[in-house]
């Protein structure tokens, strides 16, 4: 499912126009990219955790040279699956 699939059911089913439901979600997603700028966590009770995560510098092969390579330590995002979810889907 697409953003736009996403906001065309969001409007169907609460009577607001397409632009409506698009910054509806567009606000959603930017209030959590934000959250994890901060560093904090984002909870959505059934459907999971978006969290940060410190990956730490190593050292990689370029695989067409061989040769060796440094790669910089970096903060990640991750999203952590809640129960619920990871049990409808399996179903």
Known sequence: M????LSEKLS???GSTKAEAERMINYVFD???NA??????????????????ERAARE???????????????????FK???QLKEAVAK
């Open 31 to 33: 209030e959590i990219s």
């Open 36 to 53: 994890l700028v901060k560093k904090e966590e984002v909870a959505i009770a059934g459907f999971g955790k978006f969290v940060t995560a």
């Open 81 to 83: 699956v809640a129960k």
């Open 12 to 14: 169907a089913e609460f």
């Open 2 to 5: 697409t953003k736009k699939e």
């Open 60 to 78: 990689g092969v370029n695989p067409a040279t061989g040769a060796k390579i440094k790669i910089a330590a970096t903060t990640v995002a991750k």
